[in-house]
């Protein structure tokens, strides 16, 4: 079987990865994805983008890539698009004009019941299976055939959990994967590293970066010890200070506290502010909202992300109630998906 894929991000990569070791060898993967899962047809460090204004600079691009996946398409006998909706609801849109036949797997789905909820029906119109990852995340689907809950990637990828509070000497750094959010963030995780002096500071950088691209977009990391094992870093990490996205979720999971922080550009905050109505934005904190309940961790935006802020969480953390909290999160959260997303796309 051919499988065209279509994973832009960090994470979804790592959710692919996953998911490989339950496909069938038989099975050959095409289209957009990390090289290290095969002979992809574009580099990926080449694609991340963040927010509207970095979109719009890269559109006649992207239009391009979505008619050559199309063309991809003929060959394939199934797509699996995973996350990105930005360019993937178009480039399902696309393949299901083209290909009315052919069958369309949404893996790791748009996060329409935050906004854009019109986003539904387009999701229903050009899609066949829908995989949630969300438990709550069906309930704004009017086509409840076309969606399955399949539980939660991560807890395909965490091995290890921590059950008791366990004293590191490691605080772990996670400055988001696209270049914006790094570029933002490292002057404040600077500073807090030098205000912090009895402690290991590890920087945790994705696996796709080179040395080059490290040296040009992180600055000054001099202070810092090199990881690219997020899951092993925050494991023996005492405390983390996390750019909100994946990693937070997989922090929440782990047990390791943190402080999330966010800065956008401003025009990108400002949209994203005005359609999205939500108490939080990280994932965890969602979902303890979703249960009745308080959130997680903190939440520091914009110009709140600064060095008294983040450090004041890390001396004054109710760090065994967060560690109570870790296992709740894991109990609502059930099992893991990619054996269930893998038998979806083989059946």
């Known amino acids: 079987m051919k499988l065209l894929v279509c994973a832009m991000e960090t994470s979804s990569n790592i959710h692919l990865k996953e998911l490989i070791k339950h496909l069938n060898k038989d099975i ?19 694609l991340a983008i963040m927010g509207f204004v970095d979109a719009l600079k890269k559109l006649r691009f992207f239009f391009q890539l979505r008619d050559e996946m199309v063309k991809l398409a003929k060959e394939c006998d199934k797509v699996l698009l995973m996350d990105s909706s930005g360019f993937n609801l178009p480039l399902a849109k696309k393949i299901k004009e083209t290909y009315p036949e ?52 991560l807890l ?16 772990v750094y996670m400055p988001g994967s696209r270049k914006t959010e790094i570029i933002n963030h490292m002057p404040v995780f600077r500073e807090l590293s030098k205000k912090i002096t009895d ?21 000054d990391i001099s202070n810092f010890e090199i990881s690219k094992d997020a899951h092993k870093s925050l494991k023996e990490a005492e405390f983390g200070f996390i750019c909100s996205g994946t990693a937070t979720l997989e922090a929440a999971i782990i047990g390791t506290p943190f402080v999330l922080s966010y800065i956008a550009k401003k025009l990108d905050y400002f949209i ?7 108490p939080y934005i990280g994932l965890a904190n969602i979902f303890f909202e ?58």
Not at 118 to 129: A, F, I, Q, T
Not at 156 to 170: A, F, Q, R
Not at 204 to 214: G, L, R, T, W
């Open 102 to 153: 052919k069958e369309i797997i949404y893996y790791i789905l748009p996060q329409a019941w935050a906004w854009k909820k019109k986003r539904v029906l387009k999701l229903e119109k050009y899609c066949d299976k829908l995989c949630s990852i969300l438990p709550f995340e069906s309930e704004i689907y009017n086509d409840k055939n076309k969606i399955t809950y399949v539980g939660h990637p």
């Open 272 to 278: 994203g502010r005005k359609f999205v109505k939500l």
């Open 28 to 46: 050959q993967l095409v289209g957009v994805f990390d090289k290290e899962l095969g002979t992809p047809a574009y580099d990926l460090t080449k």
């Open 199 to 219: 402690k290991k500071h590890i920087l945790v950088v994705p696996s796709k970066f080179e040395e080059e691209y490290i040296k040009k977009i992180y600055g």
């Open 156 to 171: 395909d990828e965490i091995k290890e959990y921590k059950t008791t509070l366990e004293k590191s000497d490691k605080i």
């Open 290 to 347: 979703k249960m009745g309940k308080k959130a997680i961790h903190k939440e520091f935006l914009q110009e709140d992300v600064t060095v008294e802020n983040l450090l004041t969480e890390y001396n004054n953390m109710n760090r065994e109630n967060y560690l109570k909290n870790s296992q709740i999160l894991r109990e609502y959260l059930k099992n893991g998906s990619s054996e269930n997303v893998a038998e979806i796309i083989q059946n």
